[in-house]
């Protein structure tokens, strides 16, 4: 078994909580670059691994030719920069979601992945959730029989992460709720009712709860480590949305913070025969009918790990060339859906799409 060479590009929280852990467990793989604008980021990741060269500027790590496989692990403004001149130099590609800023970013993704002929993955990572996969082969099968409406609900209690840095800087971060926590949601969808194109979106953001950042009240906050009280906050903190797909009609509701004290964390899949509850990072719930009855069968699947899933399905494609499902040409379909959530609110009406 030969060893592949990985470069980690951003040495934050996802890097540090699951590409490089996942990349230790996996005998394939050896970090050879830690690689952060913050130096004391990548050394601190360096020597937590225990080897590896650390560096501030991502285009050395692609000038080592014995690098095979690079996870970009940054801010979404430079996904596509370092992605794209990341397989020019012919490296493969792990790219955390979203994909991009914008669609427009991501098809420049997409097209570099097929100029260069090299692996571009999307860390869609609920696409190795042992759930998400039980309810997909189920879906398959025809358990609940024709799809026609599936609603998804990702709605918290006052929860904006940062606020005033980079996640809720528009410039950064290309959105709000919708591209950080609907991304997940929306791309399990697509994953099980196999990848169906939006056909026309309506949807309206909202931009209320975090615009006065000195008085915004919070229980909790993720990633306060990069809160910026005189920072910035333009991004969307929650998003209704109806889309019409190849397949089911989707009805999103989604919010970083609301005022509504009650959480919200689920995908309704609804056919004609059947229909799934998904409890997102759990189990889920089947209802249905059997011999003119109701019938209710509780699964107590979770999501294993799944990261690590990720990381052993993305070495596989730098061993061998093949593909999986987290390939840039599904995370491309999730991208124009997103894309026109956005395009519909900010022009307050309905979008079609080609």
Sequence with gaps: MSTIPVAVIGCGTIANSAHIPSYVKDPRAKITWFCDIIPERAEAARDAYGSGKVTTDYREVLQDPDVKAVSVCTPNNV??????????????????KPAARTCAEAEQMLA?????????????????????????????????GTVHHVYVSFRAHRSIPGIGGA?????????????????????????CLGDPEAKTVSAETFSVLGRDIPNY??????????????????????????????????????????NIGVGEAFIDFMGDRAGIRLQ?????????????????????????????????????????????????????????????????????REVILD
């Design 79 to 96: 996904h596509a920069e370092i992605t794209i001149a990341a397989l020019e130099a012919g490296k493969d590609v792990l790219c955390e």
């Design 112 to 144: 570099a992945k097929k100029r260069t002929g090299r692996t571009l993955n999307i860390g869609v990572v609920n696409r190795f959730n042992e759930a998400v996969n039980q309810i997909k082969e189920r879906i398959d099968a025809g358990e609940l």
């Design 167 to 191: 996640f809720t800087t528009h410039a950064i971060a290309g959105g709000g709720a919708l591209i950080d926590w609907g991304v997940h949601y929306l791309d399990i969808v697509m994953y």
């Design 217 to 258: 009240v919070y229980e909790s906050m993720w990633a306060e480590n990069t809160a910026d009280m005189n920072g910035v906050y333009d991004v969307d903190d929650s998003i209704t949305a109806l889309v019409r797909t190849t397949g089911p009609v989707v009805t999103v509701m989604g919010a970083w913070a609301q």
């Design 280 to 348: 997102y990072g759990g189990g889920f719930t089947v209802y249905g009918t059997e011999g003119k009855k109701l019938t209710t069968e509780v699964v107590e699947a979770g999501t294993g790990n799944m990261f690590a899933a990720e990381i052993s399905s993305f070495l596989d494609c730098v061993e061998t060339g093949s593909e999986n499902p987290a390939r840039m040409e599904q995370a491309i379909l999730t991208s124009r859906m997103m894309q026109a959530m956005y395009d519909s609110a900010a022009a307050h």
